[in-house]
C-alpha cells in the first residue's frame, strides 16, 4: 500500500508515546505527549525505520551535533519509530543523544499510521519528516526513501519561514 502523507496546514494528530525517558519508576518508559509542546516549541518530528541501523544512526548523530541549531530555531525534535522504550534508551546513550525518542511500538505504528507514514508491508515507520508549528499545524513535510538520509539544512530552512 502507497504511503499518504498528512498534508500542510492539517491539524497535527496528538498522541502520547512512551519514550527514550527515564519515567518515575526509573526505567525507560516517560511518556510524552505532542500536545504539550503547543503554544510553546515548533516540533520536528524525525520518523524512522529502526535504532541501530546505518542511515538512522548518522541522522542521529547529525541532529545531535545540530541541537544548538534546533533549539535557536525554537523547536524541539522528537524521533519516532517502532522500537521499544528499552532499546531506544540504549540507542540514546550509545550516542549521546539529549533529545527523546518515542516508541511507536504497542501498537505497532499507531501514530505513524495517523500521520500516514508506517509501512505495513516491512513494518516498520518511513524516514519521514513532519514539522509541527506552535499552533499544532503541520508545516512541513518530506518523505525520504530508506537508504537516504535527510538533510538537516531543508529542516531549518522550513523552520525559518515560520519566524
Known amino acids: 500500500m502507497p504511503l499518504d502523507p498528512i498534508k500542510v496546514g492539517a491539524e497535527a494528530p496528538d498522541f502520547?508515546?512512551?519514550?527514550s525517558e527515564i519515567a518515575p519508576n526509573g526505567k525507560p518508559g516517560a511518556k510524552i505527549r505532542l500536545g504539550d509542546y503547543r503554544g510553546k516549541k515548533h516540533v520536528v518530528l524525525a520518523f524512522y525505520p529502526l535504532d541501530f541501523?546505518?542511515?538512522?544512526?548518522g541522522e542521529n548523530v547529525c541532529f545531535q551535533q545540530e541541537q544548538g541549531a534546533f533549539q535557536g530555531a525554537d523547536a524541539q525534535v522528537l524521533g519516532i519509530s517502532v522500537d521499544s522504550?528499552?532499546?531506544h534508551a540504549a540507542f540514546k546513550k550509545e550516542l549521546g543523544l539529549t533529545y527523546?525518542?518515542?516508541s511507536d511500538f504497542n501498537p505497532r505504528g499507531e501514530v505513524a499510521k495517523k500521520y500516514g507514514l508506517f509501512l505495513d508491508e516491512s513494518g516498520i515507520t518511513a524516514r519521514a519528516t513532519v514539522i509541527v508549528d506552535k499552533r499544532g499545524k503541520v508545516a512541513w513535510v518530506k518523505v525520504?526513501?530508506?537508504p537516504e538520509p535527510r538533510a538537516n539544512r531543508e529542516l531549518f530552512a522550513?523552520?525559518?519561514?515560520l519566524a
Open 16 to 19: 502520547e508515546l512512551p519514550s
Open 100 to 102: 527523546p525518542l518515542l
Open 53 to 57: 541501523s546505518p542511515v538512522c544512526t
Open 158 to 161: 522550513a523552520l525559518r519561514s
Open 144 to 146: 525520504q526513501q530508506i
Open 85 to 87: 522504550s528499552w532499546t
